[in-house]
């Protein structure tokens, strides 16, 4: 079973404008830990942003935040103010508890490939 | 300023040889990560190791092997390539503290090799 579904193949937004990608998971775990990376067409994962379960309140880093909705088990990462450079691909990933330590595994979404048009 | 490296951006290989994936971490981290990435499928969990010779397989080990021998060193091993296997592949490390969940610990990446098997 998909444990990370980002619905979103591809996003398209304008220069300046906010943009929401989408993240939904599914765990039964009561404790883990959901990441976005972007990944530019050069091809490295740049970290962007953290959230963990008992977290209470929005991750936020820059014109990065995550909307943390628990009981929808959705993490959908906001962009504001888009900027060219913010084309790149995206991903939601998640980081579980499983019983024991999770040795810091993580489980990735298929990701969404933002545009952003001038 | 971390770092995570790769022995090759590009690989281009013949059905059948054996190839071996280098990464190299200098950040002291106990844990590293293969993944390949695939359009569509996000990406997918090869194998890990949370310390020099231990070793668990991921969610695709199958036609892999992994090798860590010293701490910053975690090579992937394809016995027989196929055109299957055909993919990029990223290697990660991340920090690990025994006795402590570690849900916070982002994976530093690789800059990734793109392999071609023909």
């Known amino acids: 079973a998909q444990k990370i579904t980002q619905t979103q193949p591809g996003m398209f937004v304008q220069e300046k404008e906010a943009v929401t990608l989408d993240c939904t998971y599914d765990?039964?775990?009561?404790?883990?830990?959901l990441f976005w990376y972007k990944q530019p067409s050069s091809g490295e994962m740049i970290f962007l942003i953290y959230?963990?379960?008992?977290?209470?309140q929005n991750a936020t880093e820059g014109r990065y935040s995550l909307n943390f909705q628990k009981a929808r088990k959705s993490a959908n990462l906001v962009i504001s103010a888009s900027q060219l450079g913010d084309s790149a691909m995206y991903f939601c990933?998640?980081?579980?508890?499983?019983?024991?330590?999770?040795?810091?595994?993580?489980?990735f979404g298929q990701g969404t490939i933002l545009t952003v048009h001038p | 300023d971390v770092k995570v490296t790769q022995s090759s951006r590009y690989l281009v290989k013949r059905t059948g040889e054996k190839v071996f994936l280098e990464c190299v971490q200098d950040m002291d981290h106990e844990n590293m990560f293969w993944y390949r990435q695939d359009p569509g499928l996000g990406l997918r969990l090869i194998y890990f190791?949370?310390?020099?010779?231990?070793?668990e397989k991921g969610d695709i080990p199958e036609g892999y092997s992994v090798s860590r021998e010293k701490k910053e060193r975690f090579s992937l091993i394809l016995e027989s390539a196929s055109t299957n296997q055909t993919s990029m592949y990223l290697c990660?490390?991340?920090?690990?503290?025994?006795?402590?969940?570690?849900?916070?610990?982002?994976?530093?990446f690789g800059p990734g090799t793109r392999l071609t098997v023909t």
């Open positions: 190791s949370y310390d020099v010779k231990m070793k």
């Open positions: 765990t039964s775990d009561p404790s883990y830990g």
């Open positions: 990660a490390s991340s920090l690990y503290k025994p006795g402590q969940p570690n849900m916070d610990y982002e994976q530093y």
């Open positions: 959230q963990g379960s008992y977290d209470q």
């Open positions: 990933a998640m980081r579980e508890i499983a019983g024991g330590t999770s040795y810091g595994k993580l489980t």
